[in-house]
């Protein structure tokens, strides 16, 4: 059976992040553009791998969310605080991450309708998003 370079390259990704392998170094270009850089991706991989340490609460606002993400363990507050501050980054520079997923294709080719305001707290992070329009809201408000 033939196997293309991208269905290749998912199944090493996923064999990867199965068995808890580091795979940042192995990505080619494309797919750093298509999942966001290196770094992003070592954090969001280590929040993954703790997410038996996180508590997040969250409330919908009437344009948007409030939620309030931390952690006791520092190392993982850290992260929470890193990974909010690379979302921002995002969303405020034209960056994309997850360009297969409808969902945030469309929350990032909205971005001007959607905004945050994130604070560093001890144990990790008080965001609150929104949207300046109805589908700004609703884009929050689903993710």
Not at 58 to 82: C, E, F, L, M, R
Not at 106 to 114: A, K, N, P, V, Y
Request: charged letters at 15%; hydrophobic letters at 35%; aromatic letters at 6%.
């Amino acid at each position: 059976t033939r196997i293309t370079m991208l269905s290749y390259t998912y199944l090493q990704l996923f064999a990867m992040v199965s068995i808890g392998t580091s795979f940042p170094h192995m990505m080619n270009s494309r797919m750093k553009g298509m999942m966001g850089s290196s770094s992003m991706m070592n954090t969001i991989q280590s929040l993954l791998q703790n997410h038996d340490q996180i508590n997040r609460v969250y409330n919908n606002t009437d344009d948007g969310i409030q939620a309030v993400t931390t952690s006791t363990n520092p190392q993982v507050a850290g992260w929470i605080k890193q990974h909010v501050a690379e979302m921002e980054l995002l969303l405020t520079s034209g960056g994309v991450i997850r360009e297969c997923d409808p969902l945030f294709r469309t929350l990032f080719d909205h971005r001007s309708e959607i905004r945050l305001q994130a604070n560093n707290i001890t144990n990790g992070v008080s965001v609150r998003e929104w949207g300046t329009t109805q589908c700004g809201a609703s884009l929050v408000q689903v993710r």
